[in-house]
């Protein structure tokens, strides 16, 4: 039976976001909080994930210093966040740095996404994870003045606050905003990571995060940490074209894919590439999807917000994902969740719906290979993500707002 005396933090989603949400509220005084999860056992799908040095330094504030271990994160011995090389020639055209001095403890990883989702959940207790409740509505009730969580298997529980982690299609978001659903943008990815022994005997072998350009395509390539591998191969499609949007809304996310077709986007590209790709022994297929930003992040009257993917379905925010969505947890205060608190995260989904919207427009066009090199080389800065200082920004936020808003008993504020 909860403490009636203790601000009750309902999260929806045992994902990232909603794991880290719950660590970084665990430890507060007068606050008790449950994540209530779909699945009926906690399992992570998805394959790779990258923090920036904002997503690092964010994990290490939160007490979570075992996902930065070495055991668990993978960081280019170079220090460079990522490499770009040409998609024919192999050789490097361009170098991701840094525009300030980082720590090699806080310099840019990339997970295999269980490895990360398992040490999150190691640092929460069993008690406080809730398996096979599928979010179904919520409502207020007067007379008690909570909310009333109602899952898909008719149990309900009673919350002062409700968090929305539960990703891009977050029924949380569609629930209090019937209009937010998403959308097909056209572009698919092809995610695997395996064993690093099925690409070893390769000359050459990439042994640093590389992103590789080519016209209409691109392909990333890494180990991760526990010697594992991963490729991501993607493709962008125009939705006008006949069919396309019916197959894109046929595929399911996370699955099975035909290694055959990843092969077959690739069959032109250097002797590197081929044989990594040749070597790769399955693939899975991830349609991506996005929804238009919010007007507001606080939901039902003041008493629920969103995080992660359910709160910016950007669509793909160059890796930076994950980051964004621990750079929300740190503070999860009223201040933190006021809309004027949020131009950080409003800029990174224009920026990512721009991006998408220029793939488009170069389907079908002819790129020589100078003006392949160009785009590589004058690519958009996007240090400004991955480097984002959230401590200040909420400092700043906090600051500035002369409204004194509070939470319902007046304590979320000094979360």
Known sequence: MPDSSQLRIAIIGAGIAGLAAAIALKDEPGVDVQIYEKTSELREVGAMIALGPNGMRTLERLGVTDALDESVAFRNESGHPMIYRHY???????????SQPIGQRHHTARFFRPHLQQTLARHLGPSSIQLGKAFQSCSFDEELQKLVVTFADGSSELADILLGADGVHSPVRQFFVPTSKTRITGWTTFRSVFPISHVE??????REAVHIWGPDRALFVTPLAQGLFSIVGSHQEDLDAPRAEARHQAAAWDSAGGVDDLRK?????SPLVRSIVDATPYTKV???SAADGLESWVLGGGRGTLAGDAAHAHGGAFAAGGSLAADRLRRLGAQAIREDAEPHTDRVQQTVQGRNEAMVRRIGKVESDEELRSRISNRPDLRWIREHDVVHAFSE????????????SGQLSSL
């Not at 024919?88 to 840094?98: G, N, P």
């Open 397 to 408: 936020a906090r600051s500035a707002s002369s409204t004194g808003q509070t939470g319902p």
């Open 201 to 206: 005997h390769i000359p050459d072998l990439p």
């Open 88 to 98: 024919k020639t192999d050789e490097v055209v361009s170098l991701d740095t840094h």
């Open 265 to 269: 986007f690739y069959k032109s590209w």
């Open 286 to 288: 991830y349609p991506n």
